[in-house]
């Protein structure tokens, strides 16, 4: 059983990194220029030296694709987490208020530099949102010692989500003229204008946390069976929680900072991936919902660009057309476990 | 010391400040069981959670092969003890073999990859508890007895020195609590396992522990044996007991006898008239009965739920003298019940009563 356990782990692993290779040159080659995956290729190779091409691709699709796929890799990744901290496969980053804490701090960062005529960098975009993040992390762990139903829990953070969205609108109306534009494309979530330099930070954050959490699967996995028997297996509940909240935070944050607040991905993924792959192993999980979550947010990337071209829609829009109904999936299959393994 | 695998010292266990039981000293060696029983509340749980190490001694100390566990790195308490505990699982998409193979935790490394040695340990454990066939299926997808051996299979997978349960019978039925508690000293023999758990089972207690250790009231009350433990009242001045009379020699309790002036006259013996003394017990029908020797089967249900009983001594044959007595307490009663078949000549004084009833039309 365990070699057919590998071989299904195998085929789903191999099939999740097709798609995202599909979806990633999809991405390139589909949009308002239509060039063709030899174009693409040529201008990698730089054997494609038609300038407007070459500016499409390493300017604007290229960041995009790449901001797509990693960003969208740490928001399953991050939603995972905070799934095995509170041991409720409903939890997520968007669920529980943290994108909006997230969206909230940023917008009133980006607010405050604006007016001074400054840009902020990628890096103190990241700093403002993790801070936001953080915040309703800790509203929702003072709560979470309060409240013991996991039902009730996830509607605490659902309201904390609704402050902070609404102190966000409040931020934004108080806003000038010429900043309300910027600051209301980013709030409804795209992965559009991230330049190849925020890529980079991206690239570095996302990695080193993902990274991280893959190192933490082995707790994680003990994590599972509950906080007794995790102890009991001699893990250091204190740093392994705090660990799984800053990691998470972190993800999160860093989405929320680049591409404002991405809905629903953080759950819908990792159920799909769970129930794909038929384990909830972090060993494995960690690194498929990484893909899982590229390919979930390649794909809704590019409905968001192709279905009203030239209209963008706004990611969220799509993410939650998709991840909404797998999110109310994995609630039920919660409740009707018997029987299917 | 000396030998004991586990023990403790002037022990102290609670919650932050709040001490629950103070001054326990206990000591299991290998391949012992000791069992923790008391009332609702007396803080067993919280003995179990400190000497598991989940909960900080407040006082005292609790050493495991005369080593302080305070002194032990979680990694090394791990190696050496393991748990059994009433938590839910809740895990989700675990098999049962997932499970038993957390029990190899302390062991791997630092992504906690099973090796084949590992994977030997988990089988072995497997077949050991009887659970191999459940390997695959979804551990919320079996039974609460099932599940509960899954959590031994895990705990044994652990290779631990000791193991600590905390009421692993709780929501079996019968067959599976005695197959479990059956299957756990086959463990504790085989591999020379020290074992500290807590049960509510009485009868249990009674007859799968080596060692009862009994809490109340904040301290431990008694420590012994079960043949001493279970003997005279004591079991129920433990629980406080005002709800019925409890019988050491069998581990179970009989309902609050039924007091008054007796209307039934019941003739007993060798528990014949267990049913019927429970039946009129559940009526509210006070009753007598007799003649009973002082060792028979149904001696200690006639006499906590009689209202009057007559006996004799053991082995003697029924007395006149006793039949007096009976004869006296049976003329009182509306009705004569005889539970008895036939008479044996130890027995001839009951068979007296009987036509002593049936001359005056009062059997059934």
């Given at each position: 059983m365990s070699r057919k356990r590998t071989l299904r782990w195998t085929v789903c692993f191999a099939a999740l990194i097709s798609l995202a290779a599909v979806f990633a040159a999809a991405g390139l080659v589909s949009g308002t220029t239509k060039l063709?995956?030899?174009?693409?290729?040529?201008?990698?190779?730089?054997?494609?030296?038609?300038?407007?091409?070459?500016?499409?691709?390493?300017?604007?699709?290229?960041?995009r694709v790449v901001s797509a796929a990693l960003l969208g890799g740490a928001l399953s990744v991050s939603g995972f987490l905070l799934q095995s901290f509170f041991s409720n496969p409903i939890a997520g980053p968007y669920v529980l208020g943290i994108s909006s804490g997230a969206k909230l701090t940023v917008a009133l960062a980006m607010m405050l530099t604006m007016q001074h005529g400054i840009m902020m960098s990628s890096a103190s975009m990241i700093g403002a949102a993790f801070a936001g993040s953080l915040l309703s992390m800790g509203a929702i762990l003072?709560?979470?010692?309060?409240?013991?139903?996991?039902a009730q829990l996830i509607v605490a953070g659902v309201m904390i989500g609704y402050i902070?969205?609404?102190?966000?609108?409040?931020?934004?109306?108080?806003?000038?003229d010429a900043?309300?534009?910027?600051?209301?494309n980013w709030s409804m979530g795209s992965f559009s204008g991230i330049s190849m330099r925020d890529v980079r930070v991206i690239a570095v954050v996302v990695g080193a946390a993902v990274s991280a959490a893959f190192m933490l699967s082995k707790p994680m996995s003990a994590y599972q069976l509950g906080e007794s028997y995790a102890k009991n297996m001699g893990v250091e509940l204190r740093a392994f929680r705090l660990a799984l909240i800053l990691l998470s935070s972190i993800l999160?944050?860093?989405?929320?900072?680049f591409a404002?607040?991405?809905?629903?991905?953080?759950?819908?993924?990792?159920?799909?991936?769970?129930t794909a792959f038929g384990t909830a192993k972090p060993i494995v999980i960690i690194p498929a919902s990484f893909i899982g979550g590229a390919v979930f947010c390649l794909v809704c990337d590019l409905i968001a660009r192709m279905l009203f071209a030239p209209v963008e829609l706004s990611i969220s829009t799509i993410t939650a057309v998709f991840g909404a109904p797998v999110v109310i999936a994995a609630m039920l299959s919660r409740r009707n476990m018997k029987g299917s393994v | 010391m000396g030998g004991a695998a586990i023990s403790s010292k002037e022990l102290s266990v609670g919650y932050g400040k709040k001490v629950v039981v103070s001054g326990l000293g206990f000591e299991v060696r290998a391949g012992e069981i000791l069992t923790i029983i008391g009332p609702n509340g007396a803080g067993k749980s919280t003995i179990l959670k400190t000497i598991a190490a989940q909960l900080p001694a407040i006082a005292g100390s609790v050493s495991i092969n005369d080593t302080d566990i305070s002194l032990l790195s979680s990694h090394e308490a791990a190696q050496t003890l393991s748990v059994c505990l009433t938590e839910r699982i809740t895990a989700e998409k675990m098999t049962c073999a997932d499970v038993v193979s957390t029990g190899r935790y302390p062991y791997t490394g630092l992504l906690g990859i099973l090796y084949d040695s590992d994977r030997k340990i988990v089988r072995e454990a497997m077949e050991l508890t009887g659970i191999s066939h459940l390997a695959d299926t979804d551990i919320r997808c079996i039974s609460d007895g099932q599940r509960q051996t899954v959590l031994l299979a895990r705990a044994v997978a652990q290779e631990p020195q000791v193991?600590?349960?905390?009421?692993?019978t709780s929501f079996l039925d019968i067959n599976n609590k005695l197959r479990l508690l059956e299957l756990l000293r086959e463990l504790v023999r085989s591999r020379n396992i020290a074992v500290v758990q807590t049960l509510h089972e009485l009868d249990l207690a009674q007859r799968f522990s080596d060692m009862i250790l009994c809490v109340r009231d904040g301290r431990a009350d008694r420590k012994g044996t079960p043949g001493e433990i279970f003997s005279g009242d004591y079991i129920s001045r433990l629980y406080g007991m005002t709800g019925g009379t409890f019988l050491p020699m069998f581990g179970t309790a009989e309902p609050q006898k039924i007091t008054g002036e007796p209307q039934v006259f019941v003739i007993g013996g060798g528990g014949s008239g267990i049913d019927t003394y429970r039946s009129l017990q559940r009526q509210g029908i006070p009753f007598a009965a007799g003649v009973i020797h002082e060792n028979d089967i149904e001696y200690p249900t006639a006499k906590a739920l009689a209202s009057v009983l007559i006996t004799e001594k053991a082995f003697e044959p029924v007395s006149s003298a006793s039949v007096e007595l009976a004869l006296e307490a049976m003329n009182k009663c509306g009705r004569v019940i005889c539970c008895i078949k036939s008479f044996g000549t130890v027995n001839m004084g009951n068979k007296k009563l009987l036509e002593a009833a049936e001359k005056a039309m009062k059997t059934e």
């Open positions: 063709t995956v030899p174009d693409v290729i040529g201008v990698f190779t730089g054997s494609n030296t038609d300038s407007s091409a070459r500016t499409i691709v390493n300017d604007i699709r290229l960041p003072l709560l979470s010692g309060k409240v013991k139903n996991m902070c969205s609404a102190l966000t609108e409040l931020t934004v109306t108080f806003a000038d900043n309300i534009v910027n600051l209301h999160s944050a860093c989405v929320t900072a404002g607040p991405v809905s629903f991905v953080g759950i819908a993924v990792p159920h799909l991936v769970k | 193991l600590i349960l905390d009421e692993p």
